[in-house]
């Protein structure tokens, strides 16, 4: 009788059987990030993983969303995409999303892949992206200004370091005279510099009415600051609370009258804002 023919795969087994099974490939993962190069600023997606896939998986599209932002990004090499330029409120809305989950969707002639990287963005403010709110009156003679000037005009985060100081214990109130009950109805803008809620905002609406009163308290995150040479300075900022996310805008002026705007539910102005002010500054709000 013949002898059973042994074959290479007879012999080494497992490792035969392992060297025939085809590669898993490997994952694709994604990084997004908010890049501004030459006064440009952009969505940028870098892939990893992509060399890996079979033709008919590759990318042939990319889609980074996040709720009502959509940017259907352009191939610039083999693993990185990116959007067209950004308008400044875009950008404004889009560094809102800093450190949070955001929609990167794969098209190929396969189908769809979607992948949720955290969205990096680089720290620093910006410029205020709105038009300046309605001017302050012009200070009555012999009022002294409350806030130091800077040398020359500053935005971003120099401006924000210079007025600083100022901004985190601001209460902005329609009722500077001893606030409520001197006046029938007062409306406070805090910025919490103690108390339980330190390091947060609040809105409150104090009336002579039983169970009328708003106290609302959440937290926010400054975009846009500019300090004038006059002692002046503005300031963006997005406050959340309960859900909502709102974008306010402030212009302070030397001798502390607050004129502002504020988008109800929005990340990014747009539409009629409401006109809040004149208000007056104050200093150490407590948000009790």
């Known amino acids: 009788m013949r002898p059973f023919p042994v074959t ?23 990084r997004a ?8 600023t952009r969505v940028v997606v870098k892939l990893a993983g992509v060399a890996s896939l079979p033709a008919p998986k590759r990318p042939t599209g990319v889609t980074a969303k996040s ?50 990287p955290v969205l990096s963005v680089p720290t620093g403010l910006g410029a205020p992206t709105t038009p300046p709110p309605p001017p302050a009156p012009p200070p009555a003679p012999g009022v002294q200004p409350l806030f130091a000037a800077p040398a020359t005009e500053l935005t971003g985060q ?7 100081q100022y901004f985190v214990t601001a209460r902005f109130t329609d009722c500077p005279n001893g606030g409520w009950p001197n006046c029938a109805v007062e409306q406070l803008y805090d910025l919490c510099s103690t108390g339980p809620n330190v390091g947060s905002y609040a809105y409150h609406r104090y009336t002579n009415v039983s169970g009328a009163d708003i106290n609302a308290y959440g937290t926010y995150q400054v975009s846009g600051a500019a300090a004038h040479t006059d002692g002046s300075w503005s300031v963006e900022y997005w406050a959340s609370n309960y859900g909502n996310t ?3 805008s402030w212009n302070v002026s030397a001798t502390g009258v607050v004129t502002g705007y504020y988008w109800f539910n929005k990340t990014v102005p747009s539409g009629a804002p409401e006109v809040l002010g004149p208000l007056a500054y104050k200093s150490n709000a407590t948000c009790q």
């Open 158 to 164: 120099p401006a924000y370091d210079h007025f600083k």
């Open 67 to 116: 709720g009502a932002l959509t940017f259907r990004l352009k191939k610039v090499s083999a693993t990185t995409w990116q959007s067209t330029a950004l308008s400044a409120p875009i950008a404004t809305a889009v560094r809102a999303l800093s450190g949070k989950k955001i929609q990167v969707v794969l098209r190929s002639k396969s189908g769809t892949k979607t992948l949720r």
């Open 8 to 30: 290479v795969c007879a012999v080494v087994g497992a490792l035969c059987l392992s060297a025939l099974a085809p590669v898993a490939n490997a994952a694709v993962t994604a």
């Open 33 to 40: 990030s908010l890049v501004t190069a030459n006064n440009v």
């Open 246 to 248: 709102s974008y306010y």
